[in-house]
């Protein structure tokens, strides 16, 4: 870890996950028997965002919530977790946003979420975090807000010569727009976001490297398409590389995607090169897999660094 901790802009959304484990998912008009139902804390835009807390960031987020028990809580729960709230704000005719989550006995999940608040994150909002996103060393969006914020905050963020990292997650149902792409130093979709955004198939290396170099055409600096099990696969003008993952059973794969982005927001910003980084950031995915939830699941620092050293046998490793 630096001596100066990277300070990271998270514009994104934040949920309360309702998750309910089951055999399997049910099918239509059937209503089965689940294991166990739980609550947690979540968003895409949380999630990343805490996830960058625990490895030692200095993190501020910009999200809405719903005046309600549910946000009371989750707010309590970012200044427990280290997270600058400054521009956490409330909108009072809305719900706090919600997931709804079944997990089935194969470690697959299936996920229903109810924007609430984080469909009025407007631009105004994103404006009033203006000192927040130019100060940062990277700002981080997804598409659980409206994409005009996120655009906004975007063009902040160029405009200061911050790292912009985009999570185009879920994936929207039209194009993105060209600007956004040309505004994204980090584009960093998973396997079926890649699939939505480009129409092209993503099924082996080869497809996902083909899909990326679409995306890489559009502006992106990068694109690191998340591949699950298999890692992750970097492509640049230079070339493209696939960097494993860590094996690990699976439990739950809530927040694997969000805990790869902003662990690798953290490293980026530590210094460490864009491989290393992704390597570092595999190794907070998989471990986030071990456990039930979104929040929950995400490592700590020394948990990330020991799975590290295990797997390098060196302490030392020039990426931490």
Not at 119 to 143: H, K, P, T
Not at 211 to 237: F, N
């Amino acid at each position: 870890m630096t001596d100066h901790p990277p300070s990271i802009c998270v514009v994104g959304s934040s949920n309360m996950d309702l998750v309910s484990r089951a055999p399997r998912a049910p099918r239509r008009g059937e209503s089965i028997i689940g294991h166990s139902f739980s609550t947690f804390y979540g968003g895409k835009g949380a999630n990343q965002a805490v996830m960058a807390a625990r490895l030692g960031a200095r993190v501020t987020l910009v999200t809405k919530l719903g005046r309600d028990v549910f946000g009371e809580d989750i707010l309590r729960n970012y200044r427990a977790q280290g997270v600058d709230v400054s521009h956490v704000v409330f909108d009072d005719s809305t719900s706090t946003g919600v997931a709804s989550i079944l997990v089935d006995d194969d470690a697959n999940n299936y996920l229903v979420v109810t924007p609430g608040a984080n469909g009025r994150l407007s631009l105004d909002d994103v404006r009033a975090a203006r000192g927040a996103i130019e100060s940062a060393g990277a700002v981080v969006c997804q598409f659980e807000i409206p994409l005009n914020s996120v655009l906004e905050a975007f063009r902040l963020g160029r405009a200061a010569g911050v790292r912009t990292i985009l999570n185009p997650a879920p994936a929207p149902a039209g194009p993105l727009p060209d600007e956004l792409l040309a505004l994204t130093d980090l584009c960093v979709p998973n396997e079926t976001e890649t699939e939505s955004l480009t129409g092209l198939p993503v099924s082996t290396i080869a497809e996902a490297e083909a899909a990326a170099r679409s995306l890489l055409l559009r502006g992106p600096h990068a694109v690191i398409v998340t591949l699950g099990a298999r890692g992750a696969l970097c492509v640049t003008a230079d070339g493209a590389e696939h960097i494993p993952a860590l094996r690990v059973e699976a439990v739950d794969p809530t927040a694997a995607g969000d805990a790869f982005i902003g662990a690798l927001a953290v490293f980026l910003g530590e210094g460490a090169a864009l491989r290393d980084a992704i390597r570092n950031a595999n190794v907070a995915a998989a471990l986030s897999v071990t456990r039930m939830g979104a929040q929950s699941s995400l490592p700590h620092r020394r948990e990330v660094e020991a799975a590290l050293e295990s797997v390098s046998g060196d302490a030392s490793s020039p990426a931490l």
